[in-house]
Antibody, heavy 119, light 107 residues
Framework: ELQLVESGGGLVQPGGSLRLSCAAF????????MSWVRQAPGKGLEWVSSISGSGVTTYYADSVKGRFTISRDNSKNTLFLQMNSLRADDTALYYC????????????WGQGTLVTVSS | DIQMTQSPSSVSASVGDRVTITCRASQGINTWLAWYQQKPGKAPKLLIY???SLQSGVPSRFSGSGSGTDFTLSINSLQPEDFATYYCQQGDSFPRTFGQGTKVEIK
C-alpha cells in the first residue's frame, strides 16, 4: 500500500533542534523527488524543501535556508528534515509529500507530524 | 519567486451549486498548475494536475482550466463532501508556491 509516515515532531524550545523522518512504503522510493510542506495552525500550505530522487539536488525556502537540511536514505526508503535554530514561526504541521514528475504536482502526502516551538 | 493569488478566499454555497475558484500566477507558468483539496484534520489531496487533468479517482464534477497566468477550478453540482479548502500550486519553478487557499463553506 502506498503510504508516507512522518515522525519526529514534538515540543522544542526556541533555538533548539529537531529531526523529522518520513518512511515511505509501496513505491520505488529512489525514483521520486520528495518534499516537506508545512502548515502553521489555521494557515495555508507552505513549501519548505525538496530533494531529488538521488539526493544530489536540494532546494529550500528562503525562510529555512541555512537552518534546515533535507536528506534521504534510499536504502531505508526514508526522508529526513534536520531543523536547527528553530523559531516560534516554525511551529506547524510538517507533511512529507511525493512529487510526480509526470503530474508536476504532489501525488501523495503523509498525515503530518506536529512541530511546536515554544518556551 | 512566483506568487499565486487565489480568489475568493472563501465562498458560501449550497449543495447542487456550481462553484468557481480562480488562481492567478505572477508570471506565466504554462500549464504547470495543480489543485488540491484539504479537509479539516486531513492531508491535502491532489484533484487536478497540469491545469486540467483530473487525478485518478476524483469525481468528474471537478474540472480545471487555464494556462499562462490565469486558472480556474470548477465544481459542478456541489456535494456535501466537497466542503473543504482548495489550494492551487505552481510546479513551474522553485520555490514551489501555493495559493493562500479558498474555503468552500455551506450556505
Amino acid at each position: 500500500e502506498l503510504q508516507l509516515v512522518e515522525s519526529g515532531g514534538g515540543l522544542v524550545q526556541p533555538g533548539g533542534s529537531l529531526r523529522l523522518s518520513c518512511a515511505a512504503f509501496g513505491f520505488t522510493f529512489d525514483s521520486y523527488a520528495m518534499s516537506w510542506v508545512r502548515q502553521a495552525p489555521g494557515k495555508g500550505l507552505e513549501w519548505v524543501s525538496s530533494i531529488s530522487g538521488s539526493g544530489v539536488t536540494t532546494y529550500y525556502a528562503d525562510s529555512v535556508k541555512g537552518r534546515f537540511t533535507i536528506s534521504r536514505d534510499n536504502s531505508k526508503n526514508t526522508l529526513f528534515l534536520q531543523m536547527n535554530s528553530l523559531r516560534a514561526d516554525d511551529t506547524a504541521l510538517y507533511y512529507c509529500a511525493r512529487w510526480g514528475d509526470y503530474y508536476d504536482s504532489y501525488i501523495e502526502w503523509g498525515q503530518g507530524t506536529l512541530v511546536t516551538v515554544s518556551s | 519567486d512566483i506568487q499565486m493569488t487565489q480568489s475568493p478566499s472563501s465562498v458560501s454555497a449550497s449543495v447542487g451549486d456550481r462553484v468557481t475558484i480562480t488562481c492567478r500566477a505572477s508570471q506565466g507558468i504554462n500549464t504547470w498548475l495543480a489543485w488540491y483539496q484539504q479537509k479539516p484534520g486531513k492531508a491535502p489531496k491532489l484533484l487536478i494536475y497540469a491545469a486540467s487533468s483530473l487525478q485518478s479517482g476524483v469525481p468528474s464534477r471537478f474540472s480545471g482550466s487555464g494556462s499562462g497566468t490565469d486558472f480556474t477550478l470548477s465544481i459542478n453540482s456541489l456535494q456535501p463532501e466537497d466542503f473543504a479548502t482548495y489550494y492551487c500550486q505552481q510546479g513551474d519553478s522553485f520555490p514551489r508556491t501555493f495559493g493562500q487557499g479558498t474555503k468552500v463553506e455551506i450556505k
